[in-house]
T-cell receptor, first 114, second 116 residues
Framework: AQKITQTQPGMFVQEKEAVTLDCTYDTSDPSYGLFWYKQPSSGEMIFLIYQGSYDQQNATEGRYSLNFQKARKSANLVISASQLGDSAMYFCAILDTGRRALTFGSGTRLQVQP | DTGVSQDPRHKITKRGQNVTFRCDPISEHNRLYWYRQTLGQGPEFLTYFQNEAQLEKSRLLSDRFSAERPKGSFSTLEIQRTEQGDSAMYLC????FGTGLSSPLHFGNGTRLTVT
């Protein structure tokens, strides 16, 4: 079974600074995908970034990048140049080749302060 | 691509009543998922369909829950004899299976159920 652990229930960051949200995972499947989603207070789940287990390079999407350390089973999300609109819940999730259903962590609430 | 649509957005019901939620996935997506999310937690998997076939049900899905996707398009999730513990956000998501692991799940805005 897959498991995602997000150890930071809440984080604060100053506007325009960078922040790292931690995610560790556990899976017995050698092929898997890691995803980060953002959930604002309005409730929708917004896909941010994807990292495949065999990808050689860390994924980047605009201000989002993923610090993928396979041996340590970690997939931390880095948000550069934080904006007030980044305030939201952030969820890390894993998808394996078997079930193809995402398993989510408990999330990190990020608050960006002006 | 009009996104995943869920109806209703909010539902308040009395304990013991039955409720039904609807999800319309992105039209070309062949996989449809139901998740449940309680306050302060991540979404928990309930069940998923590939086309009209229900391929997996979580043990969270008690006998009072039933989901259908009759023609491989929209899906319904019914909860019979609702209990206060069923109060949660019910999220629907869809994806295009067969394009690799990188295909993300696209979520709807959810249906918030309150059982009084």
């Amino acid at each position: 079974a897959q498991k995602i652990t997000q150890t930071q229930p809440g984080m604060f960051v100053q506007e325009k600074e960078a922040v790292t949200l931690d995610c560790t995972y556990d899976t017995s499947d050698p092929s898997y995908g890691l995803f980060w989603y953002k959930q604002p207070s309005s409730g929708e789940m917004i896909f941010l970034i994807y990292q495949g287990s065999y990808d050689q390079q860390n994924a980047t999407e605009g201000r989002y990048s993923l610090n993928f350390q396979k041996a340590r089973k970690s997939a931390n999300l880095v948000i550069s140049a934080s904006q007030l609109g980044d305030s939201a819940m952030y969820f890390c999730a894993i998808l394996d080749t078997g079930r193809r259903a995402l398993t989510f962590g408990s999330g990190t609430r990020l608050q960006v302060q002006p | 691509d009009t996104g995943v649509s869920q109806d209703p957005r909010h539902k308040i019901t009395k304990r013991g009543q039955n409720v039904t939620f609807r999800c319309d996935p992105i039209s070309e997506h062949n996989r449809l998922y139901w998740y449940r999310q309680t306050l302060g937690q991540g979404p928990e998997f309930l069940t998923y369909f590939q086309n009209e076939a229900q391929l997996e049900k979580s043990r969270l899905l008690s006998d009072r829950f039933s989901a259908e996707r009759p023609k491989g398009s929209f899906s319904t999730l019914e909860i019979q004899r609702t209990e206060q513990g069923d109060s949660a956000m019910y999220l629907c998501a869809s994806s295009l299976f067969g394009t690799g692991l990188s295909s993300p799940l696209h979520f709807g805005n959810g249906t918030r159920l309150t059982v009084t």
